[in-house]
C-alpha cells in the first residue's frame, strides 16, 4: 500500500520521525506541494491509497483524478482544506488530529497577551542596543505596562482550547468571561457564560478561540468593534478570517483597540499589502501557535493511530461520517 505525505515540513522540518507511518505502507514524503498547482498535487499523490496533508487542498478535480484514494489523513485539527462532502461521496475517510495543541495554543494566546503588556522582546533589544547603559536613571520603560490581575478576559469560542486559556488568565487572577454555543459544567468552573453583546461590552482583552464558521467569518468588525471598551486588546491565534483586517487595523490607528497580538492572518503566508503589517500596536506572528515539538510529536502519534484504526476497519477522528 501507497503513502504520501504531500507536506511535511511543517510538521516535521528534520527533529520527528516518519518511522511510524513508513512501517505501514511504501511512503513518500514531499516537503512541500505548490497549492496552487493541481496539476502537480494530482502527479504527486499517483496511485496512492493513504495521502497526509497539512494544508495542500484536495478538491473534487483531484478526487476525480485519483481514484484509489481511500483515506487522508489530515496533520492538523483543521480540515477546510479538504473537500469533505465529495470525499465522503466518493467512499474516503478523512481524519484529522483534534486534540493535540490544546497547552501549546492556550499558552500561546497568554504569550500574545503578556509581550503586549510588558514589550519584553522590544525592551531586550534597547538593552542590547546600549540604552540601558546610556541611561540616566536605574530603569526605563518605552511602553505603559500593563497588570492583568483584576481586569477581565472574553473568550469568544470556550472548547478545549479556549478552556485552557481561561485557566491561565484565571491563574493570573483576571475575570474570565465566555461565549459559545454549547455551554459546560467545566467551562462554568471557570469563566461567567455571556452574550457576545456582553462580553463585547465588558471585556479588557477579547481573545479568539472558535472555529471558522460562516456565522463566525468577521466576528470581529467595525460594528462589534464599537461595542467594545475603548483600549480593548483582541488576541487571534484561531483562525485569520474571523476579524475583518481593515476595521481591525482603522480601530488600531485610532486607538479605540490599544493592541492586538495575532497569530493568524487571512490570508497565509501574509500578504504584503495586509493593512495589520502597519498599524499601530500590533504585534504579528507566523501561525506558531501550534509548534511546540511536543506538539508535532503528539500529531505525529495521533496521526499513526489514525491510519493503523483505519487499516483495521475502524477508522477514528473521522469527520466526514
Not at 501550534?290 to 484504526?309: F, G, H, Y
Request: glycine residues 8%; hydrophobic residues 40%.
Amino acid at each position: 500500500m501507497k503513502i504520501v505525505i504531500l507536506d511535511g515540513y511543517t510538521e516535521n522540518p528534520g527533529d520527528l520521525s516518519w518511522d511510524g507511518v513508513a512501517s505501514l505502507g511504501e511512503l513518500s514524503v514531499y516537503d512541500r506541494t505548490p497549492l496552487d498547482d493541481e496539476a502537480e498535487i494530482i502527479r504527486r499523490i499517483g496511485d496512492a491509497e493513504i495521502v497526509l496533508t497539512n494544508k495542500t487542498p484536495i478538491n473534487k478535480n483531484v478526487f476525480d483524478a485519483c481514484p484509489q484514494m481511500k483515506m487522508i489523513s489530515v496533520l492538523a485539527t483543521g480540515y477546510n482544506v479538504v473537500d469533505t462532502a465529495y470525499a465522503k461521496e466518493k467512499g474516503v475517510v478523512v481524519s484529522n488530529i483534534p486534540t493535540y495543541g490544546t497547552d501549546a495554543v492556550g499558552q500561546f494566546a497568554i504569550a500574545l497577551l503578556l509581550e503586549i503588556c510588558h514589550h519584553i522582546g522590544h525592551h531586550d533589544e534597547t538593552v542590547k542596543a546600549g540604552k540601558w547603559q546610556n541611561c540616566p536613571d536605574f530603569c526605563y520603560w518605552d511602553y505603559p505596562l500593563i497588570e492583568l490581575a483584576g481586569k477581565t478576559i472574553g473568550i469568544i469560542g470556550f472548547g478545549r482550547i479556549g478552556r485552557r486559556t481561561g485557566e491561565i488568565a484565571k491563574a493570573l487572577r483576571m475575570h474570565v468571561l465566555a461565549n459559545d454555543n454549547f455551554e459546560s459544567e467545566e467551562g462554568r468552573q471557570i469563566a461567567d457564560y455571556v452574550s457576545l453583546d456582553e462580553l463585547l461590552e465588558r471585556s479588557d482583552v477579547i481573545a479568539l478561540h472558535c472555529p471558522l464558521f460562516p456565522e463566525t467569518q468577521g466576528i470581529i468588525n467595525k460594528n462589534t468593534i464599537s461595542k467594545m471598551k475603548d483600549g480593548v486588546i483582541i488576541l487571534n491565534n484561531s483562525r485569520g478570517p474571523l476579524i475583518v483586517e481593515q476595521d481591525l487595523a482603522d480601530a488600531l490607528n485610532s486607538g479605540k483597540v490599544a493592541a492586538a497580538g495575532l497569530d493568524v492572518v487571512s490570508s497565509e503566508p501574509i500578504k504584503g499589502d495586509n493593512p495589520l503589517l502597519t498599524a499601530k500596536n500590533c504585534i504579528i506572528t507566523p501561525h506558531m501557535s501550534w509548534a511546540p515539538k511536543e506538539s508535532r510529536q503528539r500529531i505525529m502519534d495521533m496521526t499513526v493511530d489514525n491510519l493503523k484504526a483505519y487499516l483495521q476497519g475502524e477508522p477514528v477522528n473521522v469527520v466526514n461520517k
